[in-house]
């Protein structure tokens, strides 16, 4: 005859819950949680909004396999997990999964913030120019690579940006990487800095780009009669 041996397979029935995020960098972060009470946690992150599969009953799973369109970022008995390996100005899903018999059976149900959502970090615009100059107008524009929804600008009559420009304090320019700043002061002095915005993510700023608008031409006095 021949032995076999039947496993008790149960899920925990407390699930992972309250994941936090801090040190959000363009492709890391630090992700915390509390545990449920299994054996251990598996955390997984799915690249987008949503959950797109949970983790198959009897499935032994290891750091780097994938589910679904996400991919096992964390497999242990502690709280916390630095993530990296992640892509710039990118929405994850991250849902932990309490587990039993090193990872056999998982509690694939949700729980208070878990799964939660989190953007990465974005770099900054790059390479800002003045494209032309006139009396009362400028026209600037920059690089970006990565993700953005819209770009904001600031004005200054300073390059502390201490004396913002009626107008021009953080003011949205929408997604297109080029500006017109008008309604200026001839043979003025102005500093202008760019960030980007996704999602959640803010940029850092561009760097401080000066310039001079340009004099006026005097009016022509009337010809004596």
Not at 41 to 48: E, K, Q, T
Not at 75 to 90: D, E, I, Y
Not at 102 to 108: A, T
Request: proline letters at 4%.
């Amino acid at each position: 005859s021949q032995d076999v041996t039947i496993l008790n397979l149960v899920a925990p029935s407390v699930q992972a819950k309250n994941i936090i995020f801090s040190s959000v960098t363009q492709n890391s972060m630090l992700v915390r949680w509390t545990r449920g009470n299994g054996n251990g946690v598996m955390l997984v992150a799915y690249p987008g909004n949503s959950v797109t599969a949970i983790p198959t009953l009897g499935a032994t799973y290891n750091v780097g396999d994938q589910i679904g369109s996400g991919f096992v970022v964390y497999k242990g008995s502690v709280t916390s997990c630095n993530v990296t390996g992640l892509t710039a100005g990118t929405n994850y899903t991250f849902k932990a999964y309490a587990y039993n018999n090193d990872g056999p059976v998982y509690n694939v149900k949700n729980a208070s913030l878990n799964p939660r959502t989190k953007n990465t970090a974005i770099g900054g615009p790059t390479n800002l120019t003045l494209e032309e100059i006139g009396t009362d107008f400028a026209v600037v524009e920059w690089d970006y690579t990565g993700n953005s929804e819209h770009f904001e600008l600031q004005v200054a009559y300073d390059n502390a940006f201490t004396q913002i420009v009626p107008g021009y304090d953080n003011a949205d320019f929408g997604n297109e990487q080029v500006a017109i700043l008008e309604d200026l002061t001839s043979n003025t002095n102005y500093f202008v800095k760019v960030r980007a915005f996704y999602g959640t993510s803010v940029s850092p700023w561009s760097q401080v780009l000066a310039f001079t608008t340009t004099m006026a031409e005097p009016e022509d006095e009337p010809a004596d009669v």
